[in-house]
């Protein structure tokens, strides 16, 4: 119904300021009478971080940054749900407007600064859902003047780990001053070892998976560096990657386009594909990896998959495209696993050296 209605809608919430068209986009999910997902083509199904997802498709961070819908998520088709970013104190982020849509490059600008309800009130809402059907996972991060960084991701963990899937370990926010720097070595050596401490102290009914989300914009050192940290300390999967501060030049020369803040849709497709390549051919099989960044079709999806992502994950492309977007996506990625006649993990990164070169 909802992916009837969008082309309707889409006019009218694109004439709205896009924070505001979000909001009712929110509240609007909210009112959804409870519904289960539509029932996924068995080849879709993904066994990893030790779960069975039933298709490969999820719903990145930012979109319910306080867990208000994630089983009105579920119910659109997505594999799984990641909510937040989530920290320790409410804080209400970046002066509006901050968040800017690129119509004519599909993409969209945002310096939100990490916006939450802090996390009392998202792991509340978490804990009400118990026992539902459906992956949900939180991504965390710290806040903005917290004087110890590091335990604003223990205390997100430890609240969390019984609550969720997964946690995603969020050090790639360009919008929060100073919290890239916790992707150098020393400093994401001790913030691993402590977040997958506290999620092996939470008593929980299962283990949550915790993931590192990086950023597009690092270096083949660095990705190294933080491939080699994240396996050391025992970190179930890499998320490949966050928002880009960098501005192509093929971006369309607008005034939005100059907005400072994280660059997501299409025009971050090629980088952060680049990137997944690159850690998949560092990783091969001992770890998995997310691919996030531009997806707005099956091909897009189908790419990641082969540059080495076990799971997807898009956003900005639901705001052009709404959300029978998931639907196309999961559909034409069961056509070609049928077409290649080999079940999906067979085909994770199969072409990531070509891709590596190429994308």
Same mark, same amino acid.
């Given at each position: 119904?909802?992916?009837?209605?969008?082309?309707?809608?889409?006019?009218?919430?694109?004439?709205?300021?896009?924070?505001?068209?979000?909001?009712?986009?929110?509240?609007?999910?909210?009112?959804?009478?409870?519904?289960?997902?539509?029932?996924?083509?068995?080849?879709?199904?993904?066994?990893?971080?030790?779960?069975?997802?039933?298709?490969?498709?999820?719903?990145?961070?930012?979109?319910?940054?306080?867990?208000?819908?994630?089983?009105?998520?579920?119910?659109?088709?997505?594999?799984?749900?990641?909510?937040?970013?989530?920290?320790?104190?409410?804080?209400?982020?970046?002066?509006?407007?901050?968040?800017?849509?690129?119509?004519?490059?599909?993409?969209?600008?945002?310096?939100?600064?990490?916006?939450?309800?802090?996390?009392?009130?998202?792991?509340?809402?978490?804990?009400?859902?118990?026992?539902?059907?459906?992956?949900?996972?939180?991504?965390?991060?710290?806040?903005?003047?917290?004087?110890?960084?590091?335990?604003?991701?223990?205390?997100?963990?430890?609240?969390?780990?019984?609550?969720?899937?997964?946690?995603?370990?969020?050090?790639?926010?360009?919008?929060?001053?100073?919290?890239?720097?916790?992707?150098?070595?020393?400093?994401?050596?001790?913030?691993?070892? @402590?977040?997958?401490? &506290?999620?092996? /102290?939470?008593?929980?009914? !299962?283990? =949550? +998976?915790? $993931?590192?989300?990086? %950023?597009?914009?690092?270096?083949?050192?660095?990705?190294?560096?933080?491939?080699?940290?994240?396996?050391?300390?025992?970190?179930?999967?890499?998320?490949?990657?966050?928002?880009?501060?960098?501005?192509?030049?093929?971006?369309?020369?607008?005034?939005?386009?100059?907005?400072?803040?994280?660059?997501?849709?299409?025009?971050?497709?090629?980088?952060?594909?680049?990137?997944?390549?690159?850690?998949?051919?560092?990783?091969?099989?001992?770890?998995?990896?997310?691919?996030?960044?531009?997806?707005?079709?099956?091909?897009?999806?189908?790419?990641?998959?082969?540059?080495?992502?076990?799971?997807?994950?898009?956003?900005?492309?639901?705001?052009?495209?709404?959300?029978?977007?998931?639907?196309?996506?999961?559909?034409?990625?069961?056509?070609?696993? @049928?077409?290649?006649? &080999?079940?999906? /993990?067979?085909?994770?990164? !199969?072409? =990531? +050296?070509? $891709?590596?070169?190429? %994308?």
């Amino acid at each position: 119904m909802l992916a009837q209605l969008f082309p309707l809608a889409r006019p009218l919430l694109h004439a709205l300021d896009a924070e505001t068209a979000h909001r009712l986009t929110i509240r609007g999910l909210a009112l959804l009478p409870a519904a289960a997902p539509p029932a996924d083509d068995p080849a879709l199904a993904v066994e990893v971080l030790g779960r069975r997802f039933p298709n490969p498709v999820g719903l990145a961070a930012g979109f319910d940054k306080g867990a208000e819908v994630p089983d009105a998520l579920l119910s659109l088709g997505f594999g799984f749900v990641e909510v937040g970013g989530v920290v320790p104190r409410p804080q209400p982020g970046n002066p509006r407007p901050r968040v800017f849509r690129l119509a004519a490059d599909r993409a969209v600008i945002n310096r939100f600064g990490l916006n939450s309800d802090g996390l009392p009130v998202v792991s509340a809402r978490l804990a009400a859902r118990s026992g539902r059907p459906g992956l949900v996972g939180a991504n965390i991060g710290a806040n903005k003047d917290s004087q110890d960084r590091i335990a604003d991701y223990v205390a997100c963990t430890r609240a969390l780990a019984g609550l969720v899937d997964f946690v995603t370990v969020n050090v790639s926010s360009p919008n929060t001053p100073g919290l890239r720097d916790l992707q150098g070595e020393a400093f994401l050596d001790d913030l691993l070892a @402590r977040v997958v401490e &506290a999620r092996d /102290a939470a008593a929980a009914p !299962r283990r =949550a +998976a915790v $993931l590192l989300k990086i %950023a597009p914009d690092i270096g083949l050192d660095a990705l190294d560096a933080i491939a080699a940290t994240a396996l050391r300390r025992g970190v179930d999967a890499l998320v490949v990657s966050n928002t880009t501060v960098a501005r192509p030049a093929s971006l369309a020369e607008t005034a939005l386009a100059r907005e400072t803040g994280g660059l997501s849709g299409r025009p971050l497709f090629s980088p952060s594909t680049r990137l997944l390549a690159e850690a998949f051919l560092r990783v091969g099989a001992r770890l998995p990896l997310v691919g996030v960044g531009g997806i707005d079709s099956a091909e897009a999806a189908w790419t990641k998959i082969r540059a080495g992502a076990s799971l997807v994950q898009l956003y900005s492309a639901l705001v052009y495209a709404g959300p029978g977007l998931v639907g196309e996506i999961k559909a034409g990625l069961a056509e070609r696993l @049928r077409r290649e006649g &080999a079940p999906l /993990a067979r085909l994770v990164g !199969r072409d =990531a +050296a070509d $891709l590596a070169r190429s %994308a």
